[in-house]
């Protein structure tokens, strides 16, 4: 999938801003729904497919995880000549943004299904990080050369003191990375498909960072996607 305006502002502020200090950023959310209050019920969280259409376009166009700008994933295609989508990822990546959104919303009214049973709504979750280059870190070590002059008078004299110097990092300088994560949620009506509540959360940080590790930055984003739920349908909020 292509990375959005908002997602692609996030990344330019990364990029130029004080990356020295810059660890993650805040999450921009867009949400929309039928109104508020939301109908709520048993839930089940599955796989967004490819192909999914959304008010964000089209689901799956990359892979979820790209390195670099390269799409690692592009030979696995999208839906096969069957006409069946596939999941972007079922596997353990998957699993943290599905767990952390069905947390966030059985804090917000929905309930799991008994055992067996069909859960009353489906919560829908996609997901997608790219991988970019940022500045380049200080190496730490650096030669300085400098200078100075001075003159006074013996006795009760004057004196004009005039110091400059320059200094320039040792070595190859080395690339910070920016992880820029992008997750989306549609909750379902199971008996329709009827899509009654999506949304969109967006953020950044240093690849480094904890907050850009798979756990982390799910519980991140779906703590921000749901904060104030249902939220204020098309309105695109910052939460810190």
């Known amino acids: 999938m292509k990375i959005g305006f908002g997602l692609a502002l996030i990344a330019a502020t990364a ?22 209050p939301l109908e709520t019920g048993t839930l089940a969280v599955e796989p967004m497919q ?6 964000y376009g089209t689901y799956g166009s990359g892979d979820v995880r790209r390195d670099m700008g390269s799409d690692r994933g592009s030979d696995r295609g999208g839906a096969g000549s069957s006409g069946v989508r596939e999941p972007i990822d079922s596997g353990l990546e998957f699993r943290n943004y599905a767990n952390a959104v069905q947390d966030e919303a059985l804090r917000h009214g929905f309930t799991p299904a008994a055992p067996g049973a069909a859960s009353q709504y489906i919560a829908v979750v996609g997901f997608n990080q790219q991988l970019r280059e940022g500045a380049p870190r200080s190496s ?34 080395k690339y910070r990375t920016i992880a820029l994560t992008d997750m989306q949620v549609q909750i379902r009506r199971r008996s329709d498909q009827t899509i009654i509540w999506e949304g969109r959360a967006q953020t950044s940080a240093d690849g480094a960072a904890r907050d850009a590790q798979p756990d982390a930055v799910a519980r991140k984003l779906a703590a921000a996607l749901f904060q104030g739920f249902p939220g204020d349908s098309g309105r695109t909020i910052t939460v810190k």
């Open 15 to 36: 990029l130029t801003g004080c990356t020295t200090t810059m660890r993650s950023s805040p999450v921009e959310v867009t949400r929309f729904h039928l109104g508020a």
């Open 140 to 173: 730490g070590l650096q030669i300085g050369l400098g200078g100075a002059t001075g003159g006074g008078g013996y006795r009760g004299g004057g004196g004009v003191g005039l110091g400059g110097g320059v200094s320039f990092p040792i070595g190859r300088p």
């Open 50 to 55: 490819r192909g999914a259409v959304g008010r």
